[in-house]
């Protein structure tokens, strides 16, 4: 019902900042609350950040609190991962994810998938 598309993932030193994109299609953006979540090689998908449907609240991940921020543009049906002071552990494939009913930390929570982007910090 939704196709979510991910863009701007990349290599970054640590300490480095990335932005990343989701841009949705297929139906009304802003009945969605959205979410961003990562997963490594071996690592099981965890939860990064999420938005309700305005933006108007976000959640996150204490392991990024501080450093990552969730935001949204409904006019533009896109949501936006801006994450600064990259660390190591950071690296991983990341799904722009959106939920129809709610909104939350859990992926099984969310009913659309982007294909994912990969970020690597490395130096």
């Known amino acids: 019902q939704v196709q979510l598309v991910e863009s701007g993932g990349g290599l970054v030193q640590p300490g480095g900042s990335l932005r990343l994109i989701c841009v949705a299609s297929g139906r009304t953006f802003s009945a969605y609350g959205m979410g961003w979540f990562r997963q490594a090689p071996g690592n099981e998908r965890e939860f990064v950040a999420a938005?309700?449907?305005?933006?108007?609240?976000?959640a996150y991940a204490e392991s990024v609190k501080g450093r990552f921020t969730i935001s949204r543009d409904n006019a533009k049906n896109t949501v936006y991962l801006q994450m600064n002071s990259l660390k190591p552990e950071d690296m991983a494939v990341y799904y722009c994810?959106?939920?129809?009913?709610?909104?939350?930390?859990?992926?099984?929570?969310?009913?659309?998938w982007g294909q994912g982007t990969q970020v690597t910090v490395s130096s």
């Open positions: 938005s309700s449907r305005r933006g108007q609240s976000t």
């Open positions: 994810a959106a939920a129809g009913t709610g909104w939350g930390t859990r992926a099984v929570d969310y009913d659309y």
